[in-house]
């Protein structure tokens, strides 16, 4: 056991003097009504002595004394033995990774009592935090500094959404030279790198810095969302751990872009599992609309696999031409191998397939030989349908006998590579023939017994083609194609060719659909195109692109949009996010530059996951001294406690003294509310006061309001979200450190407020962040809403910030994040909000003058309007009750506690800070008076009236 405050235990010093003034003074006289005492009148006492307090009363208040004073000096019962027991300065190394979010709290908590040891004792601290910060910075040791300093810090470290950078760890403690002292290291437990030397090196920098206890989890606290397998029917997701100590019970489930559950499953892992797959079985129309995988229960991006097109089946039609399942030899037999695994495939005749819904047709050799079947396909492909077509003998035969209905009928049949013919074609469009170009008659004989010529290779693709980036082995060849008529466009028409220059996938729209033609067949009789890699490429970008989507370049640099912070959920990318090449995606590790997270415009956005080129999962060597972290036993305060037995203590004195002096008699009760009960009550006030003094946590705080009616302050609404709360703080407090110090306001520290739980009418202006995140976790109820109406309609402005835009929002042209879901959460957080009809604010505007003259109202970001009420709708003496953005202002404003701003403004840098700054000031001046400044724009005619 230890003392806080030790010196309070000289009080026990006085416990003599106590004992003898307690037996020299005598108990209260007893009152007693005697009417005779008239005749005691005039006898003298020869000896006059005075009674004494019993024994075992003064027993009983010298120990409530003794307790008390105990109780004051605040004793603390040590019951696990730690480090922090020792002299010299202490380094706390914490492993702030992705692996440690799913036990952070319990991490926080114990660095936290840690550093409330390392205090008593009086012992500095330095920190050294294993993963880089959210700007990209490498771990760095802090310099020594009091620990109560340091635990300020720790409250605000959140978990990092990337693995720890153990070499630059080590790099860092080696950096430090000479031996700091005793070690404690809170470790994550997963091998850094498995085979590299990081953890090594870092495990002898610990050592060598001094005696390590290390405190870790057990391995059921990782688990791993890995890439799902498509397969027919269903999504195969896989999990990733270290190994169960037992079984263990999560929930995966499905979600869509805007949050809804599509498929939830129970998933149990095995003792001793390390991967473990689970089936999610939905319908392809539901399949397609899952935007992410999450694990319940695995906190951080761990536990969120985000989904892109590349994991979307879209519905294929194979339209049977007979002999269609025949192996090896059927047309639909390597069609449906190549597309098997990334496409919904669906077989029959055409009614079938047209009755329902489809992304792409694909029509082999034989097929669509009927007018009215194809009259029926032009019609699906005009509403955007995508029909992909091969040719083969049959469609051969088909041009040469329309060749010879022609006028200008003639043979074009050609052999050994001559391209001469009789010029003859058919002269057919594309909506009756549902080819996209015309074709010469015959088909073309490249190599063979019977030729000269040998069987030609594909040629490289080219930039603006579908099939850009793709590889083109060296073993493909084509001996047998039909050739199109060379015309002025035959170029632009064609996306794939032969080494001749003779084109090989042809392409024309149609519609708002496409026709694409392969001029060979979909089986090896006349390229051996189906039996290379090549073609389930070609036919999935194809798939791809009827779904609407562009397919990047290889080294096309795809830009963050949204990214994954430690706690798992989109959000702006960090500062240190930079693009990442589209060749890269699914080998790339995430980091601070490349974090996990949504890449890339809408037409050709791809997700980076935590698990893409992570390595097999690893146990990091134990370092020092190992200790689980979940059987760690936490202080024991005994100050509470010892207050509470030396009250109960002196209330039995009190009844003991009541009862010695005949008060507690049925006939007197009644004066204990004029005497003995007034010194009760005065007693167990003091006491109360005394027990607040020594347990902090039990003392009455003042209230908000009470703070808030001595001093203006500006207010943000608590969401639950941790991390938007934080950034919510910090903005209002570097926005009400600019205002102090550049106008006469003078405002006090912000406060988080809770509508309907706390009393608004303090604050002028209240923030309120709202994303799909934070409305999901603040769950807005009736008291919330009728709360902000009555703050809204008694003048209070409420400043809503979105912090990004949907998809529809991009067209504004700034920079501002995309944040899927954001149009839905604003309607989802303000239903039931007496808002009124808004406005864009413009330059004539008070909010644009009512301070600084601005022509733009920029946050972290730029783009969208701010808006307003308009005029005609204005109550509350022309006061908007609501300003609507989304340029993330509070981390423009931000401030951490170093003075340093976190956040980069994106793309002015310090000078769109300085702007968002003065929005800032202008919109509290806006709160605080109005529209004071209006009067402003009559100033000229007011001037005039004088003058005359």
Not at 138 to 166: H, I, K
Request: charged share 15%.
């Amino acid at each position: 056991m230890i003392l806080t405050t030790p010196l309070l235990l000289l009080g026990l010093a006085v416990l003599p003097v106590l004992w003898w003034l307690l037996r020299a003074l005598p108990p209260a006289p007893r009152v007693q009504s005697f009417p005779a005492i008239r005749l005691l009148d005039g006898l003298r006492a020869a000896v006059r002595e005075s009674r004494r307090a019993p024994p075992w009363l003064l027993l009983l208040r010298i120990a409530a004394a003794v307790l008390l004073v105990v109780g004051l000096a605040q004793p603390v019962l040590v019951q696990d033995p730690h480090p922090t027991a020792g002299t010299g300065t202490l380094l706390l190394a914490i492993d702030d990774g992705w692996a440690a979010a799913p036990d952070w709290t319990g991490r926080l908590q114990a660095a936290r009592e840690t550093l409330d040891r390392a205090a008593r004792n009086g012992r500095k601290v330095r920190l050294l935090m294993t993963a880089a910060d959210i700007n990209g910075v490498p771990p760095r040791l802090t310099s020594e500094m009091p620990a109560g300093l340091l635990r300020d810090r720790l409250d605000q470290a959140r978990p990092m959404p990337w693995p720890v950078d153990r070499a630059a760890s080590a790099k860092a403690l080696r950096q430090a030279g000479a031996r700091i002292g005793d070690v404690v290291y809170l470790s994550d437990g997963l091998a850094d790198r498995p085979g590299t030397p990081a953890d090594g090196d870092f495990a002898t920098a610990l050592r060598q810095a001094g005696p390590v206890i290390e405190l870790r989890s057990g391995p059921d606290a990782i688990a791993l969302l890995d890439a799902p397998i498509s397969a027919p029917g269903r999504l195969v997701a896989r999990i990733r751990t270290l190994g169960q100590p037992g079984p263990r019970h999560l929930v995966l489930r499905g979600e869509t872009e805007q949050g809804g559950t599509l498929g939830r499953t129970d998933v149990t892992i095995p003792t001793g599992a390390t991967r473990m797959e689970v089936p999610i079985t939905l319908p392809a129309e539901l399949r397609n609309q899952l935007s992410r995988l999450l694990l319940d229960g695995v906190p951080g991006p761990a536990g969120v696999r985000l989904l892109d097109e590349g994991d979307r089946r879209r519905p294929v039609g194979l339209l049977s031409s007979g002999g269609g399942d025949t192996p090896l030899l059927g047309t639909l037999f390597y069609l449906r191998r190549a597309l098997a695994p990334t496409a919904d495939l669906r077989e029959g005749d055409l009614a079938h397939l047209l009755s329902n819904q489809l992304s792409v047709l694909i029509a082999p050799d034989g097929a669509l030989e009927d007018q009215a079947d194809r009259n029926g396909v032009s019609a699906w492909v005009k509403q955007g349908g995508t029909l992909i077509r091969f040719a083969g003998p049959r469609l051969a035969a088909r041009q040469d006998a329309q060749l010879q209905d022609s006028p200008a009928a003639g043979r074009t049949d050609t052999t050994d590579g001559d391209l001469e013919a009789t010029g003859a074609t058919v002269p057919a469009t594309p909506a009756d023939s549902l080819l996209p170009v015309a074709l010469l008659g015959g088909a073309r004989q490249l190599g063979g017994t019977m030729s000269w010529g040998k069987p030609e290779h594909p040629a490289a693709f080219a930039a603006d083609s579908p099939f850009a980036g793709l590889t083109v082995p060296s073993e493909v060849t084509v001996s047998r194609q039909v050739l199109a008529q060379p015309t002025a466009d035959i170029d632009a028409r064609s996306w794939a060719r032969l080494t001749d220059g003779t084109p090989l996938v042809t392409h024309a729209t149609l519609g708002d659909g496409q026709l694409v033609l392969f001029h060979v067949t979909s089986t090896a009789d006349w390229s051996n195109l189906a039996l290379s890699g090549l073609f389930p490429q070609m036919l999935q970008r194809l798939v791809q692109r009827a779904a609407g989507l562009s397919t990047p370049g290889d080294r096309t640099v795809l830009a963050p949009v949204s990214t994954l912070g430690g706690d798992g959920v989109l959000g702006p990318p960090p500062p240190s996010a930079q693009g990442l090449a589209a060749d890269a995606f699914g080998h790339t590790m995430v980091s601070p530059r490349h974090p996990a997270g949504l890449y890339g415009p809408a037409a050709t956005r791809r997700s980076l996951n935590l698990a893409d080129a992570l390595p097999s999962l690893g146990v990091e060597p134990v370092v020092g001294t190992l200790r689980n972290l979940a059987d760690r036993v936490p202080d024991r305060p005994l100050g509470p406690t010892l207050l509470v037995m030396a009250l109960a203590l002196l209330a039995i004195d009190l009844l003991a003294t009541m009862w010695l002096r005949g008060l507690l008699r049925p006939a007197t009760v009644h004066r204990l509310g004029r005497g003995s009960g007034g010194a009760a009550l005065l007693l167990v006030g003091g006491f109360c006061a005394a027990m607040g003094y020594a347990c902090p946590a039990l003392a009455i705080e003042p209230s908000a309001s009470s703070k808030s009616a001595l001093e203006t302050h500006l207010a943000y609404v608590v969401t639950g979200d941790p991390a938007v709360d934080e950034i919510s703080r910090q903005g209002l407090e570097g926005l009400s450190a600019y205002t102090n110090a550049r106008t006469s306001a003078q405002l006090g520290h912000p406060d988080g407020v809770v509508p309907g739980r706390d009393d608004l009418a303090f604050y002028p202006l209240i923030y309120w962040p709202v994303t799909p995140a934070t409305v999901a976790s603040a769950h807005p109820g009736q008291e919330w809403t009728a709360a902000l109406n009555f703050y809204m309609s008694h003048g209070g402005i409420l400043l809503i910030d979105t912090q990004g835009s949907d998809s529809q929002g991009d067209a504004t042209g700034g920079s501002t994040f995309f944040v899927p879901g954001t149009g839905q959460a604003l309607k989802q957080a303000t239903a039931g909000l007496d808002i009124p009809a808004l406005r864009p604010v413009d330059g004539q505007h008070v909010l644009s003058h009512s301070f600084y003259l601005l022509h733009g109202f920029p946050g972290r970001t730029t783009g969208p309007p701010v808006w307003v009420a308009r005029d005609d709708d204005l109550g509350n003496d022309g006061v908007s009750p609501v300003i609507i953005g989304a340029n993330d202002w509070a981390a423009a404003w931000a401030v951490d506690a170093d003075g340093q701003t976190p956040y980069a403004a994106i793309p002015g840098g310090e000078s769109q800070r300085v702007t968002a700054y003065r929005f800032g000031v202008n919109a509290v001046m806006y709160a605080l008076t109005g529209n004071y400044k209006t009067d402003q724009v009559h100033v000229p005619a007011l001037l005039e009236r004088l003058g005359q």
